[in-house]
T-cell receptor
Framework: AQSVTQLGSHVSVSEGALVLLRCNYSSSVPPYLFWYVQYPNQGLQLLLKYTSAATLVKGINGFEAEFKKSETSFHLTKPSAHMSDAAEYFCAATEGGGADGLTFGKGTHLIIQP | DTAVSQTPKYLVTQMGNDKSIKCEQNLGHDTMYWYKQDSKKFLKIMFSYNNKELIINETVPNRFSPKSPDKAHLNLHINSLELGDSAVYFC???????????FGQGTRLTVV
């Protein structure tokens, strides 16, 4: 069974600083990986996805993530944080060929300090 | 047009009642899901439907039952509501299994 671990339930950065949100997965087969963002009282919006093509994936709003098989990681980064990035971020995984839907991490609340 | 829409957005009801949440997607996707987000924001899959066939049924109480009248709709019926059912329920759809899912805005269910 797969699992997704997000280190840090809360991350605080200054506006303009680098954003780094950590995600590690545990899977018996190469997974497909996703990052979603959830703004208050809204649904989840897909930021980016990894599906065994390029290991560096670019998403919306200036975010990108790098798949590192050796570290079983898929960390999310953004060079310069903006106030509008404040939200809950979820890493999710699903196993290719499986039927388990998405397994989510517990989420990381990103706080942007002015 | 909203890709995945669910109604109602808010639902407050008393213990023991039966309620339904409706979901519709206009993306032409083959697979639809229901996820539950608890008070700590943890998301867990409840059900999925692929071409009107239930293919995942997590260990949820049988008071919860998904109903899919057609490929574009997946409704969630809940019988004998309990306090612990209070949560946000999200409908989602995807082109197929194990591809990215598109989520609705959620239904915040409060059982009093």
């Amino acid at each position: 069974a797969q699992s997704v671990t997000q280190l840090g339930s809360h991350v605080s950065v200054s506006e303009g600083a680098l954003v780094l949100l950590r995600c590690n997965y545990s899977s018996s087969v190469p997974p497909y990986l996703f990052w979603y963002v959830q703004y208050p009282n809204q649904g989840l919006q897909l930021l980016l996805k990894y599906t065994s093509a390029a290991t560096l994936v670019k998403g919306i709003n200036g975010f990108e993530a790098e798949f590192k098989k050796s570290e079983t990681s898929f960390h999310l980064t953004k060079p310069s944080a903006h106030m509008s990035d404040a939200a809950e971020y979820f890493c999710a995984a699903t196993e290719g060929g499986g039927a388990d839907g998405l397994t989510f991490g517990k989420g990381t609340h990103l706080i942007i300090q002015p | 047009d909203t890709a995945v829409s669910q109604t109602p957005k808010y639902l407050v009801t008393q213990m023991g009642n039966d309620k339904s949440i409706k979901c519709e997607q206009n993306l032409g996707h083959d697979t639809m899901y229901w996820y539950k987000q608890d008070s700590k924001k943890f998301l867990k899959i409840m059900f999925s439907y692929n071409n009107k066939e239930l293919i995942i049924n997590e260990t949820v109480p049988n008071r919860f039952s998904p109903k899919s009248p057609d490929k574009a709709h997946l409704n969630l019926h809940i019988n004998s509501l309990e306090l612990g059912d209070s949560a946000v329920y999200f409908c989602a759809s995807s082109l197929g299994l194990n591809t990215e899912a598109f989520f609705g805005q959620g239904t915040r269910l409060t059982v009093v």
